[in-house]
Each structure stands twice: as C-alpha cells, then as structure tokens.
C-alpha cells in the first residue's frame, strides 16, 4: 500500500523559506503526478502545484512566484519550497499522488504537516 | 479560474436520511475531470467518487454522485455516523481548483 509522510520545519519565521518534503513508501515515485495541497487552519483546501516524477511542473497562479517543487526519483521524495512567507502561509500542508488519464483524482495523501508562520 | 461553489455550506440531517450537496462550477468542465472528497476532522481528505460519477475503491454504494458542464451532486443515501464531515468538489483544469466545502453534521 503506498504511503505518503510530510517531514519539515513546523515553524518558519516571516519573509522566510519554508520547506517540505514527503516520502514516498509502498510504491514508486514513477508514473504519477504528486501535488502539494494546503489547508489553512478551519479553511478550505488550496492546490499549490504538481511534478510529474520526470520533473515538469505546474504551479497555481495566486503562488507561482514563490513556490518550486523539486523531485528526488532515487530517494523516492518530491519537496516544495515557498519562499516570503507571511502569516497567511500558515497551514496544514498535504502531499498527494495523482493519477491522471481520462478521469484524474488523488487517490493517496500524507497525514499532512502543520506549518506555522511566527517569529 | 474556475471557481466551485459548493452549496449548502451546512447540512444538518439525522442518520438514516438522505444527503444532496451540490457543487456548482463558474464555466462547463469536463466531467471526467471533476471528484469528490471527504474529510473528518483531523484527517487527510479522502477520495470518494472521480469522473464525476465513479465511486473509489472501497467506497460504499450509498455514495454516488452525477453531473455534467456546470451542475454536479453528491448523493448519500442513507446517513451513516461515519458520514458525518466535510465534502469538497474539485476540479482538474488550469488551475486546478476545490469548492470551500460542504459540512454534513448531526442534527
């Protein structure tokens, strides 16, 4: 069974990078799209961007300027970097597989990771 | 951007009764592009139905779900306590986007 797990800094002062990684257990990295999701405390749920396992990217506009999403295939890793953060970052961030073809959906997600802005 | 609008925004229903949550989209998509989630509190959400109408692995058939273009529904057709959560539409065109979600709670 795959399982995804989110490691990182659960605090990152403001104007700062935060950064994450999710492991990837029980399969491989190869063949999907992995996304990272966000969700603000009591908020809904924000797409940020995906890698496919060979590295293209797509990021979601309202953060594109800040964010990268690297992708590590030996290690079976795939990290997110969001640079300038403000208070407004705050929130529990998921990792996910994507399966897409005629009808994609995330089929797997991390337990997700709380990430704090405050200095 | 294609922007979701789930409605309502809360359900209150006892168990055993039945649940329609609506998820509406600012333009047509296509329907094979468009899934269900679920999320209780402290958990990662859940993928219940993809392709606007196929239910995932081990999801129970009380769930079921249809639409096209613009009108989407979830159906629950009888409650059951585990049910109780919230319910986000998405959808996967450019970018891709979630409703703000649809809390089923116990009246």
């Known amino acids: 069974q795959v399982h995804l797990q989110e490691s990182g800094p659960g605090l990152v002062k403001p104007s700062e990078t935060l950064s994450l990684t999710c492991t990837v257990s029980?399969?491989?990295?190869?063949?999907?799209?992995w996304s990272w999701i966000r969700q603000p405390p009591g908020k809904g749920l924000e797409w940020i961007g995906y890698?496919?396992?060979?590295?293209?990217?797509n990021y979601n506009p309202s953060l594109k300027s800040r964010v990268t999403i690297s992708v590590d295939t030996s290690n079976n890793q795939f990290s997110l970097r969001l640079s300038s953060v403000t208070a407004a970052d705050t929130a529990v961030y998921y990792c996910?597989?994507?399966?897409?073809?005629?009808?994609?959906?995330?089929?797997?997600w991390g337990q997700g990771t709380l990430v704090a802005v405050s200095s | 951007e294609i922007v979701l609008t789930q409605s309502p925004g809360t359900l209150s229903l006892s168990p055993g009764e039945r649940a329609t949550l609506s998820c509406r989209a600012s333009?047509?998509?296509?329907?094979?592009?468009l899934a269900w989630y679920q999320q209780t509190p402290g958990q990662a959400p859940r993928l219940l139905i993809y392709?606007?109408?196929n239910r995932a692995t081990g999801i129970p058939d009380r769930f079921s779900a249809s639409g096209s273009e613009t009108d989407f529904t979830l159906t629950i057709s009888r409650l059951e306590p585990e049910d109780f959560a919230v319910y986000y539409c998405?959808?996967?065109?450019?970018?891709?986007?979630f409703g703000q979600g649809t809390q089923v709670e116990i009246k």
């Open positions: 996910a597989r994507c399966i897409w073809g005629r009808s994609p959906r995330f089929d797997h």
């Open positions: 029980g399969g491989s990295i190869s063949g999907y799209y």
């Open positions: 890698i496919y396992y060979s590295g293209s990217t």
């Open positions: 333009q047509s998509i296509n329907s094979n592009f």
């Open positions: 392709g606007a109408s």
């Open positions: 998405q959808q996967y065109g450019s970018p891709w986007t």
